[in-house]
């Protein structure tokens, strides 16, 4: 079955398309943590049926459960009627956000998602306090805290903050290497704060291969975590916006590059789906669509860059790659990172790279955290029976989970994007 994005949200159609067959229920990240039929795709399906007729009240205990969904997209990758779970739930969390509110600190959270002057501020502020409530792991750019809070554990690793982001690091706005070809980079905004040596990378790959690289200093955020949050008056205004300055300078470049699978899908997939219903901002989202790129399917795809690495040395090091959801099951990448990454190291691949990391959003990080840990646990245990030296995927929030994860587990993988691996490459 194929459904255009605007019949998806006509969803008592949805719900009545499950034939009950199960096949969703085995990869079903929540179902895996918490097996109880209302928390697996069959499961929230008929929930959001119900509520959609009016038979079932959007309480705090179905508030409860259709915030337990991960998003993941596993169950629609296997449903032999491509029903798309996530997608309803990511609508019913805007009914859940209207009548429940969104709490103080993701309000909060999601103000600096609007504004990235005020996102430099908060962020300068918290590298300045980092220090005062938080150990520093520089070497794999985290830090866990010193006092166990209520969402806050000693044994939790969180990302740690940079002195300057990524976009400030850089005075020029475009980057002059030759004027044969432009990209626009997004960076997204995990890369911006915490991991800034992925743009770095990125910038010194796009140098060696001979691109302009255009900044975008004003992209905001993509929206991801409030679309997944149902925070829909932030996404409709981060969308609107990045849509305009898209507009603005998409002829000047081949493409806007973007090494996130999150955001990447964000910009190119769920844009259009969030627009369903307005029509002309749905028309100038699918417009864009053909210029935005993962960063590893854009360099693999249109340049020069695989038959490059081949001239390059074997690292002794070997990598196990994780596919994001966002990349394998929303835009079926999982080809071209392994493809970059496999010229200069040896792949040693995990018992399932397409499981769930259990990153799962921002409640799942906070709320809930403890269904985000359990299933991030068995991953991280995959990855360290590998023996690889480094554990990659082109996700920052997939990063933040797995490092998280790992430190449970005493996992010495070190993480890397592949953009990182393979600027390193280069240098060889
Ligand atoms: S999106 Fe993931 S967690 Fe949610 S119902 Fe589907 S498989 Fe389960
Ligand atoms: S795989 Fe699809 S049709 Fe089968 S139970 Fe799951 S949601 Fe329903």
Redesign the pocket.
């Given at each position: 079955m194929s459904l255009r994005p605007q019949d998806i949200f006509n969803y008592s159609d949805i719900t009545d398309e499950c034939i009950k067959c199960g096949k969703?229920i085995p990869?079903?990240?929540?179902?895996n943590v918490n097996a109880d039929e209302v928390t697996?795709?069959r499961g929230?399906l008929d929930l959001l049926g119900a509520y959609h007729k009016g038979d079932l009240e959007l309480d705090k205990n179905a508030k409860n459960i259709f915030e337990s969904?991960?998003?993941?997209?596993?169950?629609v990758e296997v449903c032999p009627k491509s029903l798309p779970?996530?997608m309803v739930?990511e609508q019913v969390r805007a009914d859940i956000g209207k009548k429940f509110g969104i709490a103080w600190y993701k309000k909060l959270f999601f103000l600096l998602l609007r504004h990235r002057w005020l996102n430099d501020v908060a962020f300068k502020l918290g590298w300045v306090f980092q220090t005062c409530g938080f150990k520093i792991q520089s070497d794999i750019d985290s830090m866990n805290s010193r006092f166990n809070l209520p969402m806050l554990k000693v044994d939790r690793l969180l990302p740690s903050l940079k002195k300057v982001s990524f976009l400030n690091q850089h005075k020029k706005e475009l980057i002059d290497n030759g004027g044969k070809r432009r990209v626009a980079i997004f960076i997204g905004c995990l890369g911006n704060y915490n991991y800034v040596n992925v743009g770095n990378s990125l910038l010194e790959i796009l140098e060696y291969l001979g691109i302009d690289a255009f900044l975008a200093k004003d992209q905001k955020c993509c929206s991801a975590p409030a679309y997944f949050t149902g925070d829909f008056d932030t996404v409709d205004y981060n969308a609107k916006f990045n849509i305009e300055y898209f507009e603005s300078f998409s002829k000047d470049v081949e493409a806007i590059i973007v090494p996130e699978a999150t955001c990447s899908a964000m910009l190119k997939i769920d844009y259009e789906h969030y627009f369903h219903n307005q029509s002309e901002w749905r028309d100038r989202a699918i417009a864009l669509k053909s210029k935005i790129f993962m960063a590893t399917e854009w360099l693999e795809k249109h340049t020069e860059l695989n038959s490059i690495l081949a001239t390059k040395k074997k690292d002794v090091r070997n990598v196990t790659y994780h596919d994001p959801c966002h990349a394998r099951k929303m835009q079926g990448l999982y080809k071209e990172p392994r493809e970059l990454i496999s010229k200069n190291y040896d792949i040693v691949e995990m018992s399932d790279p397409n499981t769930?990391c259990g990153f799962g959003g921002v409640t799942m990080q906070s709320e809930k955290y403890e269904f985000a840990k359990a299933a991030g646990l068995p991953k991280a245990a995959m990855i360290k029976d590998t023996n690889a030296h480094f554990v990659s995927s082109e996700c920052s929030a997939c990063r933040m989970q797995i490092n998280a994860s790992m430190n449970y587990v005493d996992a010495p993988q070190i993480f890397k994007n592949p953009i990182e691996l393979i600027a390193e490459a280069l240098k060889s």
């Amino acid at each position: 079955m194929s459904l255009r994005p605007q019949d998806i949200f006509n969803y008592s159609d949805i719900t009545d398309e499950c034939i009950k067959c199960g096949k969703c229920i085995p990869v079903c990240t929540i179902h895996n943590v918490n097996a109880d039929e209302v928390t697996s795709p069959r499961g929230f399906l008929d929930l959001l049926g119900a509520y959609h007729k009016g038979d079932l009240e959007l309480d705090k205990n179905a508030k409860n459960i259709f915030e337990s969904c991960f998003l993941c997209t596993a169950c629609v990758e296997v449903c032999p009627k491509s029903l798309p779970t996530d997608m309803v739930i990511e609508q019913v969390r805007a009914d859940i956000g209207k009548k429940f509110g969104i709490a103080w600190y993701k309000k909060l959270f999601f103000l600096l998602l609007r504004h990235r002057w005020l996102n430099d501020v908060a962020f300068k502020l918290g590298w300045v306090f980092q220090t005062c409530g938080f150990k520093i792991q520089s070497d794999i750019d985290s830090m866990n805290s010193r006092f166990n809070l209520p969402m806050l554990k000693v044994d939790r690793l969180l990302p740690s903050l940079k002195k300057v982001s990524f976009l400030n690091q850089h005075k020029k706005e475009l980057i002059d290497n030759g004027g044969k070809r432009r990209v626009a980079i997004f960076i997204g905004c995990l890369g911006n704060y915490n991991y800034v040596n992925v743009g770095n990378s990125l910038l010194e790959i796009l140098e060696y291969l001979g691109i302009d690289a255009f900044l975008a200093k004003d992209q905001k955020c993509c929206s991801a975590p409030a679309y997944f949050t149902g925070d829909f008056d932030t996404v409709d205004y981060n969308a609107k916006f990045n849509i305009e300055y898209f507009e603005s300078f998409s002829k000047d470049v081949e493409a806007i590059i973007v090494p996130e699978a999150t955001c990447s899908a964000m910009l190119k997939i769920d844009y259009e789906h969030y627009f369903h219903n307005q029509s002309e901002w749905r028309d100038r989202a699918i417009a864009l669509k053909s210029k935005i790129f993962m960063a590893t399917e854009w360099l693999e795809k249109h340049t020069e860059l695989n038959s490059i690495l081949a001239t390059k040395k074997k690292d002794v090091r070997n990598v196990t790659y994780h596919d994001p959801c966002h990349a394998r099951k929303m835009q079926g990448l999982y080809k071209e990172p392994r493809e970059l990454i496999s010229k200069n190291y040896d792949i040693v691949e995990m018992s399932d790279p397409n499981t769930c990391c259990g990153f799962g959003g921002v409640t799942m990080q906070s709320e809930k955290y403890e269904f985000a840990k359990a299933a991030g646990l068995p991953k991280a245990a995959m990855i360290k029976d590998t023996n690889a030296h480094f554990v990659s995927s082109e996700c920052s929030a997939c990063r933040m989970q797995i490092n998280a994860s790992m430190n449970y587990v005493d996992a010495p993988q070190i993480f890397k994007n592949p953009i990182e691996l393979i600027a390193e490459a280069l240098k060889s």
